[in-house]
């Protein structure tokens, strides 16, 4: 896939166009399809969405080698934290029932005592993922606005919060590895069992999902962590 | 991929009719013709052929066992019978065909030894786990920590941690729970084992 750097005049048709992420970014950012001929510009604009941000945002998670560096001092952490918020939605009331669904029409279709396992796996793995939304949302998350709160008003107090953004970070692996386990045991190790093609269905919609989360990974990496770190030192 | 089948036959019409039948199967890209013993080596060695139909007099036992070594083992080698042989001599080859058999029973003779030396060539030894490799999956997904399976299986914790490195590397699967599907999908432990 050949990456794009997307500007204000970009038209959002040519970005789904040209690279099939961004159909499921968009919504997070409550565009809906139906984009005619308007560029990001007009859109950000008839959306009440800053274009820095937005420009920001689809180039991190569009292309894996795009450094934010500056543009960081600028950004909205509110703005930051409700499209995050919005991800993860989009991840537990759309993508992991649709996994469940497909999970369970395997197990269905292969009567095997393995795939009860593979069933039990997958929840297993299912249910880190969910810890770690909720760790995010209910932790991380409240903090980061706190502190930017802070920072905007010097009213907030988190002095009481004994958190530090730093612990944030080691949490993406051990939900990478069950899933890549996943995979090799659905492509190298199931023997074929009539299973084609929800076989098919599952990995596609497990891979999609692999390849969402690490670059949902990367926003935050790149782009949520570096600015809590500079809110962190601000209150020093 | 190009498979090429020899046949090593002097009677014209059993040639020409093994020909037709493989030739049928759509397996072979390339399907060579021998008439006369001599030189049957020579023609081995320049087209490599994945499979060998014989006269079972165009050569002898050491004559089987020298082709054999010649293609490190990798081509099967089918006798094709309509005269007396010693039972022990054919016994020697990978299977036998009659000119009594049905079209039907040389092709599944032909596919099945084909498939047979392609699973071989699959199964390469360095992706099987080993019987040690074995033993510490059995009690790794029985839910043993790396300490209780040096106990167990007397080896150090580092040998355990290297036989997890290379089961890992040969499986693809990193995880306790992931090998666990693993080991049921082998019966290398059952439903029973786990849970
Ligand atoms: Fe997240």
Known sequence: MTEIIVSAKTKLADIIMQDKRALVLFPRFG????????????????????????????????NKNYFPGGKLKKLDVDMLLRYLENSHQY??????????????????RVD???TKQLERFFMQYITEVKEHLAYEDQTAFPYVAALSEQVKSSKADISDIDYHIGVFEERHDNIEEKLSDLKALLI??????????????????????????????????KVLIPIVEQLEKKIG | MSETLLIAEQSEII?????????????????????????????????????LIVNPSFINAQGLSELKELTNGEMPVIAIVYALFDDD?????????????TRQKIRKKITEL?????????????????????????????????KEISDKLFISTHTVISHRKNITQKLNIKSVAGLTVYAILNQIISMDDVS
């Open chain 2, 15 to 51: 040639r020409k009719g093994l020909f037709q039948i493989t030739h049928d199967l759509n397996v072979f890209s390339s399907i060579k013709e021998l008439a006369c013993p001599s030189g049957i080596k020579d023609v081995i060695i320049r087209y490599k052929p994945s499979m």
């Open chain 1, 31 to 62: 565009i809906e399809l139906g984009v005619g001929n308007r560029s990001v510009k007009q859109e950000c604009i008839n959306k009440g969405i800053d274009t820095d941000f937005f420009l920001l945002m689809v180039n991190v998670f569009l």
């Open chain 2, 114 to 146: 084909l498939n047979k030396t392609l699973e071989k060539d699959n199964r390469k030894p360095e992706d099987a786990l080993s019987s040690r490799e074995l033993d510490v999956l059995k009690l790794l997904v029985r839910g043993n920590s790396n």
């Open chain 2, 89 to 101: 001599y054919i016994g020697l080859f990978d299977d036998v065909v009659m000119v009594g058999d």
């Open chain 1, 188 to 221: 190298q190790h199931f023997p074929p069992h009539n299973d084609r093609y929800i076989r098919i269905r599952l990995l596609n919609e497990l891979m999609d999902f692999e390849e969402d989360l690490i670059n949902h990974a990367r926003i935050e990496d």
């Open chain 1, 91 to 108: 991840y537990l009331e759309e993508k992991i029932p649709y996994l469940e669904q497909l999970i369970e029409e395997f197990k269905k």
């Open chain 1, 112 to 114: 095997h005592p393995a």
